[in-house]
């Protein structure tokens, strides 16, 4: 036996040893954190319902909304790969999210293969991947019904088919070639995100001077992601994109973006990241809190672990391009996102490369020290994990801690609603609500939003448009139902008959009758001119007020048919008119 086949035994065997601990560990650990909940997220019911859609034949359509709405929001990759589920396995939600977990242990897989390739480096390869799976924000979403897991798996996929990839080989003739096209175009698939992959492809490939395969992998893309570009542009355009020049895309009454706040969301989501997102999403350490102070401190270790990660990148040994212009593409998005969508999340694809440079950084700032040998560099990996393994040990605890809590006392007041309207509503009931996916799932009703707008009439006309028949009044604790909801029922309280109340917090279930209460003319919230109020004995008052009462001319209509025509003074009629 040669020594390079003795070499390559032994790697083989090391690498089945990596592999069988990775499966053990991620078996313990997953299970110990799974969360049998769903969560109370809006996308991860939206995911489900999508692919509910698809599994059931309806195409790709919001089958909870009362029109059937074609879908144009979220991307088709994850709903059509939890559909296929539904068609093999089974619909349950458990079901689907264990298979989220599969696909993160394929992911670990992939990644560690990846980082074998990056790093030169066999031992810190494992270790990477081991700090990976031990992530609080990848395990927790990796027991939930999202597309981040997907999206690493098959990104990842994406640049090792890649780094493989024969590039001197014609493109039409490389069977690898078509592969990587399909993982690349699946990605995008998955989350829109997955564009800045083409940033770091095309870089590489225009570095090398290979304009040939450059043009080859743009036409690619383009050519199968086209497609969904028209019928998104069919349907109104890109829901994302829209929202993306928005100032707040939570309060339209805002506007649209202007030069300078580009430049204000673009300043404070640098700051977000580097103080908040980077440190501890890559080794989480405590809860954020974004309402506290930003102090020296957070400055100095945000940019010290984003220097040490730079530097990482640059010792990386090969396709140091590659994964510069995928960072670069990744976070050229990020930093334009609007600053209200914050959070760890976004950044999920890529924690574990920034996990793997900033090991990569600390092996080779050891490998320089004079009193550094061999021995000490072959172990650092895992001094480097028992360190990381240290800090990020109280947040896996909490995740196990999240895991099996029961749901926030809002929360449960929200979905009891949501339960109690199954069996208590029509079956043609149409149900306003804040979380409209979420409470479909609980109540099997079709639900709506209610109109984010602070014109108080427009926002009953729209659920009279919408042909509402229950609105939910929640404390989920979302600015929209205090600013557009509450003060649209506190006007038009006699539409809104109270059929269900939950408490600690209030939360309500009401029955929507627009043509019950006041229709007419306001002024200063309250009604002042020409109006018609229905009383809830069916009897209504067409005429002049003031100050919230009938003053001036007007008609009383009784129920048997009558009616009393005459002049009304704070309430009272004090003429009748013959």
């Not at 396995?89 to 079901?95: E, F, P, V």
């Not at 399909?182 to 870089?203: D, H, M, N, P």
């Not at 100095?300 to 040994?317: Q, R, V």
């Not at 208590?424 to 984010?452: M, W």
Request: glycine fraction near 6%; proline fraction near 4%; hydrophobic fraction near 45%.
């Amino acid at each position: 036996m040669t020594i390079k086949k003795l070499l390559s035994k032994i790697t083989l065997k090391s690498d089945i040893l990596h592999i069988l601990i990775l499966a053990i560990a991620f078996a313990f650990v997953y299970s110990t954190i799974f969360d049998s909940k769903i969560d109370t997220n809006g996308d991860n019911a939206g995911y489900y319902i999508l692919a509910k859609s698809l599994a059931t034949g309806q195409g790709y359509t919001n089958i909870h909304r009362p029109e059937y709405q074609a879908a144009n929001h979220l991307p088709p990759g994850y709903p059509a790969i939890i559909s296929t589920v539904f068609l093999t396995i089974g619909s349950d939600i458990n079901t689907i999210k264990i298979v989220n977990g599969v696909l993160f242990f394929l992911s670990l897989l992939t990644l560690f293969s990846l980082f074998k390739i990056l790093s030169g480096n066999r031992n810190l390869s494992f270790v990477i991947t081991v700090l990976t799976l031990l992530n609080p924000y990848l395990l927790r979403f990796s027991t939930l019904i999202m597309s981040e897991i997907p999206f690493l798996l098959f990104s990842s996929l994406s640049l090792l088919v890649f780094i493989k990839l024969d590039k001197q080989k014609t493109a039409y003739k490389n069977k690898n070639f078509y592969l990587f096209i399909v993982l690349l175009v699946s990605s995008f698939y998955i989350r829109t995100a997955g564009i800045a992959l083409v940033s770091g492809v095309v870089l590489a490939l225009l570095l090398e001077k290979n304009y040939k395969l450059t043009f080859a992998s743009i036409s690619g893309f383009l050519i199968l992601i086209l497609p969904w570009q028209i019928r998104g542009f069919l349907l109104g355009g890109n829901s994302y994109l829209n929202q993306l020049f928005q100032k707040n895309p939570y309060r339209p009454e805002m506007g649209r973006m202007d030069i300078t706040d580009w430049f204000e969301r673009f300043f404070l989501n640098i700051k977000r990241y580097i103080v908040h997102e980077i440190p501890n999403g890559t080794f989480p350490r405590n809860i954020i809190d974004y309402q506290s102070k930003i102090h020296a401190t957070d400055w100095i270790i945000g940019l010290a672990l984003i220097s040490i990660m730079i530097f990482g990148i640059m010792k990386i040994k090969r396709h140091k391009v590659l994964m510069i212009g995928y960072l670069l593409g990744n976070f050229g998005i990020l930093l334009l996102w609007p600053e209200v969508w914050y959070g760890v999340r976004f950044l999920l694809p890529l924690i574990p490369f920034l996990i793997l440079f900033t090991g990569i950084a600390m092996i080779k700032i050891l490998e320089n020290q004079k009193w550094s040998n061999k021995r000490i560099t072959s172990f650092s990996p895992y001094i480097f994990f028992l360190i990381i393994g240290f800090i990020i040990y109280p947040q896996l605890r909490i995740t196990k801690i999240m895991a099996d809590l029961p749901y926030p006392m809002n929360y449960n007041n929200y979905l009891f609603i949501a339960k109690w309207a199954k069996t208590n509503t029509p079956e043609d009931a149409v149900i306003c609500c804040r979380k409209d996916q979420l409470f479909y799932l609980f109540s099997n009703r079709k639900t709506v939003r209610y109109k984010n707008t602070l014109d108080k009439e427009e926002l009953i006309k729209n659920l009279n448009t919408k042909k509402v028949s229950h609105v939910v009044l929640d404390q989920l604790g979302f600015l929209s139902t205090p600013r557009y909801l509450y003060p649209a029922i506190q006007r038009h309280q006699e539409k809104f008959i109270t059929i269900n109340h939950q408490t600690k917090p209030d939360t309500y279930l009401f029955e929507f009758k627009n043509e019950m209460g006041y229709t007419g003319e306001w002024k200063n919230d309250m009604k002042n001119g020409n109006g018609t109020f229905v009383y809830d004995n069916g009897e209504s008052f067409s005429g002049e007020w003031q100050n919230n009462k009938r003053n001036g001319k007007g008609i009383y209509f009784l129920l048997n048919g009558d009616s009393i025509q005459g002049i009304w003074r704070d309430d009272s009629l004090i003429q009748e008119i013959k």
